[in-house]
DNA sequence: GGTGTTAGTGAACGTGTGTACACATCCTAG
DNA sequence: CTAGGATGTGTACACACGTTCACTAACACC
């Protein structure tokens, strides 16, 4: 295979250890911050000196990589989103488990990939209202498209293949905030307390099937043009 | 009426110019905190002295109303419910607005009451996630108890009358995280830009009239006996 | 193999913070 | 009128913070 020198080349060169030292300390610094919002704290009231302490690295060492704490804050934004699109995409690919009952399945990825990485998931409810106004607008975009992507796995029903637009995005965004609303009690009940968290499971899919008993009885605007 | 001295009167003697000094400065101390969170900040990153600087008071005096910052968050939480009870109680009693349209009635409320007490709002949307776990959870018990409210006068209905009360439960969570959800929108959007606002409002009651088309298709578990 | 860029170090600064303490002021009760 | 508790003041200290600067170490490239 004598393939010209890819960018996947080019990114190797750089690499000594799987990643450059630079991408290391960087990654570091996102855990680091992570892990001290697992405790009671907000990103807000984080200090650069604890991330960096907690990092294993001195303080002025962080402007090498961001010139402000709220740059970090926006890298673990994306990273915390790009993390949900995997989620979506190995769906889309796998296809939901307990293939019988579609709500059950997707509460069941869901709860999952939130166990899988419960510090970006608490990372973004804490900061969605939280101090950093760039932040919230970034979240809120970011779960504005989540439900625009939601929207367009939901078109494989017919019956919603037939709705405006309007109608459709109200349905995603009913269904984004009662996800969003199970995220955020699954992290906020006691840690590995399986019992609560089955009870947690069992109302949100019963909350689902309601929601989708509104869909027949429902009258669009218009029908969409075919 | 030589009635004995009450209780109001034992108050009114503390009182020299309608409150007491403690009380003013006390209610300082509050109105200075949710001023600063009005700016990009969370409570959490709050500091003492930023507090008693914007009410107008020496750093030490603060001590004289409160241990910590976490006890004048406990307040603020208390205090900001309290009014959304009274929220609750004039409707009760007056009745709602527009009485043609139950669920534009309801939001029109609403909206109306997140202007009036905007920064209680704003300091219970930033809190319900934020740094502290003891205001997370008073605000979360809270919300709690404000659907069991909403849950007694969701009984006038006599279709819900009849269901089992976890079904009345999940409807009125349903409604209360919608409710929640408008509020924060409000919040979030461009401060007195009707058009933005009125869409938002727009939309909520599309999505509150959704909800309640599953109502009459729910097949709650058991009747409530008579 | 030397050279220049990139990443991490260490000391130092001015500023803000929480809290302790002794003191001044207000207001009420006797 | 005055004694005493409640409330607010001013000073002081030890510490954590963000940011600066000159420095060393690591690594990529010719």
């Given at each position: 295979?004598?393939a ?14 799987r990643?450059?030292r ?8 996102q855990e ?8 009671d704290k907000?990103?807000?009231s ?30 673990l934004?994306a ?6 699109r995997?989620?979506?995409r ?27 990485n ?39 029903f ?5 709705w405006d637009?309007e ?23 006691p840690?590995n ?6 009870e947690?499971?069992?109302?949100a ?6 929601i ?7 009258k ?5 043009p075919?």
């Amino acid at each position: 295979m004598p393939a010209p020198d890819s960018i996947t080349d080019k990114l190797d060169q750089i690499q000594s250890g799987r990643e450059s030292r630079g991408q290391r300390t960087r990654l570091g610094l996102q855990e680091a911050a992570l892990r001290l919002l697992g405790h009671d704290k907000s990103f807000s009231s984080l200090s650069l000196r604890e991330v960096t302490r907690e990092a294993g690295i001195v303080p002025t060492a962080f402007y090498r990589h961001y010139q402000t704490m709220e740059e970090l804050g926006q890298d673990l934004v994306a990273d915390s989103f790009r993390t949900l699109r995997q989620m979506i995409r190995s769906v889309r690919t796998d296809g939901l488990p307990s293939s019988g009952n579609m709500i059950q399945g997707t509460v069941q990825v869901l709860v999952q990939h939130i166990h899988a990485n419960r510090l970006h998931f608490q990372f973004i409810a804490r900061e969605r209202f939280g101090g950093y106004s760039s932040l919230r607008a970034s979240i809120r975009d970011e779960i504005h498209a989540f439900g625009q992507d939601l929207a367009t796995d939901l078109a494989q029903f017919p019956i919603l293949n037939r709705w405006d637009p309007e109608s459709v995005q109200m349905l995603t965004t009913l269904m984004v905030n009662t996800m969003v609303s199970i995220a955020e009690q699954i992290l906020e009940a006691p840690a590995n307390d399986a019992a609560a968290e089955a009870e947690i499971v069992r109302r949100a899919e019963r909350q689902m099937v309601f929601i989708s008993l509104a869909v027949p009885a429902w009258k669009p605007k218009a029908a969409k043009p075919a």
